[in-house]
């Protein structure tokens, strides 16, 4: 019996440490995450623009069926999430396998390949369009020099993703590092052992080498479609840089350029929100976009139970 | 191979092939490498080209040239004439260190506890740190913007900074990962002598955390570097408290400049994180491979 109280108020005491240590984000969850939740439903039905309030029941909705740019911008999102995160992970695989298996300098590229993915996405997207724009760009000048016209990377609707995309896997440094991680705990006497036993270098991959970073190709897919889903600033800058708009009287910035080719969902919400203060319609479109990132946090969770083991 | 016949020669002769040797050998290097050396230009070139083409005339900017003529160095200081330059950088420095000074010490506490804390609720808690960390931040944006609208501080930068106050999930989830890696035994031996919860997470914790604590400071940091969503939601309409990403991104077409000067301020961008980079890899490649799974 007194062991029992003893145990029963050290518990307590132990909660309320807890609470005191996690104050800090109890507080900001609550505030930034939890009330702003529940908030994003209630005006999802209102039609608000920070000054006036109307509810409108589910006009909100039914807009968001018949909108044609929110289905332009759901349906390039789509795209980047269905070609970008697929080319990125095979890309960052490919290239932590080279570095992995160099004998000589390994140091030296994991540096060159790691450090794009530190240069600010701002100045990155605006480099790339410089690169890569056909009139004064190096890559054209490079390109011409052997007679090869360099399409419109970022001025033709159906290059500019395609641009993107570029981008996207200059700066797989992240990935490549998660990779090489995963790849240098293969034992090597296994490709020692198959190389005697006449295996070819495709089947070590699949027989050996895979088994072991799968998990590590499923969390950098899933990641990758989460993180891809708030793709934002690189589209964004490059419109604009493209454009040449400048914000200022008479040209008035609009995202997607050339013709909504790169206007993504989360650009539409930006716009819709807090550009046009439609914010009861930016509540749809965020509400849209919970419920399908939820999803793949769930599959995260489910999927990769280490990540939030009691002992890592 | 060629090596072995080199006794048999005359000496004049044997450091001709010995030269011969290693320049065979550089180049069987070269070949093996050369798929590595490949992707490598390809990832230092844009690199490269941005800084050559920054230090370019204004009228060579015009052409498709790839090789300055003239060096003009003088470009990096011209960017600074109309001084908004020197705002932007100042906003952002304003944002970064004050972002990760206050991202550190509420995130310390939460990442502890989380970490080494027996408590109910604690799996639930880290699930939620996470999913926090994990969803989007447009999600919630506009109840967010709501608020800070209500307070008269949308145009301001402090709806970026005073969140911090409050722990980021990010950090928090980078320094349980690591925290939960340091054997309880040290904290255990320091209860033992005496020491009180908080003292043990300061004198014999934190110590052995600081290369988690220099990552997630070093990623904080440079994600208030380069955030553009953040800036942009909140001073994009203020151009006073601009930041160097949000200035960056209009640099060109609202002064009508040429290339060279965009890609001079497009190099002062990156300059920092570059620096940093190099003197502080290590802390970069073990922080990058702790948000990844084992």
């Given amino acids: 019996m007194v062991t029992m109280a003893f145990r029963r108020r050290a518990q307590r005491r132990n909660n309320l440490r807890a609470l005191l240590y996690l104050s800090p984000w109890l507080v900001g969850f609550s505030i930034f995450f939890a009330y702003p939740l529940i908030s994003t439903v209630y005006f999802s039905f209102q039609r608000y623009d920070l000054f006036t309030l109307e509810p409108v029941g589910l006009l909100n909705y039914r807009y968001f069926f018949k909108d044609d740019a929110t289905w332009t911008s759901i349906k390039n999102t789509l795209w980047l999430v269905a070609v970008m995160v697929p080319l990125r992970v095979l890309f960052g695989l490919g290239v932590a396998q080279l570095v992995t298996r160099l004998k000589a300098g390994a140091g030296v590229f994991r540096t060159i390949f790691y450090l794009p993915s530190l240069v600010p996405l701002v100045a990155g997207t605006l480099g790339f369009v410089y690169l890569l724009n056909p009139s004064t760009g190096p890559v054209q000048s490079i390109l011409g020099a052997v007679g090869i016209q360099s399409p419109d990377w970022f001025g033709d609707p159906a290059w500019s993703k395609w641009g993107l995309t570029l981008l996207a896997l200059w700066s797989i440094g992240d990935l490549m590092v998660i990779f090489m991680a995963s790849l240098l705990d293969v034992p090597r006497q296994l490709y020692e052992a198959a190389a005697i036993d006449g295996a070819s270098a495709w089947q070590q991959f699949f027989r050996i080498t895979l088994p072991v970073v799968r998990p590590v190709i499923m969390f950098a897919a899933v990641t990758g479609?989460?993180?891809?889903?708030?793709?934002?600033?690189?589209?964004?800058v490059a419109a604009r840089v493209a454009s040449g708009a400048t914000d200022s009287a008479g040209s008035v910035f609009t995202p997607g350029y050339p013709d909504q080719s790169t206007l993504t969902f989360p650009e539409l919400l930006f716009e819709q929100g807090f550009r046009d203060f439609a914010m009861g319609y930016a509540c749809v479109l965020a509400l849209v976009l919970f419920v399908v990132s939820m999803v793949f946090t769930v599959i995260l969770l489910r999927q990769f139970r280490g990540f939030a083991e009691e002992e890592a | 191979m060629t090596v072995t016949l080199a006794p048999q020669v005359s000496a004049p002769r044997k450091t001709a092939t010995a030269?011969?040797?290693?320049?065979?050998a550089?180049?069987?290097?070269?070949?093996?490498?050369?798929?590595?050396i490949a992707l490598g230009i390809m990832f230092v070139g844009p690199l490269v080209f941005i800084f050559l083409t920054a230090v370019m005339s204004d009228r060579q900017a015009l052409t498709a040239n790839l090789w300055p003529t003239s060096w003009h160095w003088e470009n990096f200081s011209k960017i600074f004439t109309n001084g908004e330059l020197l705002t932007w950088i100042y906003n952002t420095v304003l944002y970064s260190v004050l972002?990760?000074?206050?991202?550190?010490?509420?995130?310390i506490p939460v990442a502890y506890a989380l970490a080494r804390f027996r408590f109910r609720g604690r799996k639930l808690a880290f699930l939620l740190v996470i999913t926090t960390m994990m969803l989007p931040p447009q999600v919630v944006a506009v109840p967010i913007y709501i608020i800070w609208a209500r307070f008269h501080l949308t145009g301001t930068l402090w709806p970026l900074i005073i969140p911090m106050l409050f722990g980021d999930a990010f950090s928090i989830f980078l320094l349980r990962q690591f925290l939960v890696t340091i054997p309880r035994?040290?904290?255990?031996?320091?209860?033992?002598?005496?020491?009180?919860?908080?003292?043990?997470?300061m004198r014999v914790v934190l110590p052995m955390a600081r290369p988690a604590i220099a990552a997630v400071a070093l990623f904080q940091f440079f994600y208030c570097w380069n955030d553009y969503y953040g800036p942009l939601l909140y001073v994009g309409t203020t151009p006073d408290n601009w930041t160097l990403s949000v200035g960056l991104a209009t640099f060109r077409?609202?002064?009508?400049?040429?290339?060279?000067?965009?890609?001079?301020?497009?190099v002062l961008a990156m300059a920092p994180v570059i620096i940093v980079f190099f003197f502080a890899q290590r802390v970069f490649i073990e922080g990058v491979k702790l948000t990844g799974v084992k």
Avoid: P
Wanted: aromatic share 12%; charged share 15%.
């Fill in chain 2, 26 to 36: 550089f180049l069987y290097w070269v070949a093996k490498h050369a798929v590595a």
């Fill in chain 1, 225 to 236: 479609v989460i993180q891809t889903l708030q793709y934002f600033t690189q589209a964004m």
């Fill in chain 2, 99 to 107: 972002g990760t000074a206050l991202m550190l010490v509420s995130s």
């Fill in chain 2, 253 to 266: 077409a609202v002064h009508r400049v040429q290339w060279n000067l965009t890609m001079a301020a497009t």
């Fill in chain 2, 19 to 24: 030269r011969r040797t290693r320049g065979r």
């Fill in chain 2, 185 to 201: 035994e040290y904290s255990d031996a320091a209860k033992v002598d005496g020491c009180g919860e908080f003292r043990t997470l």
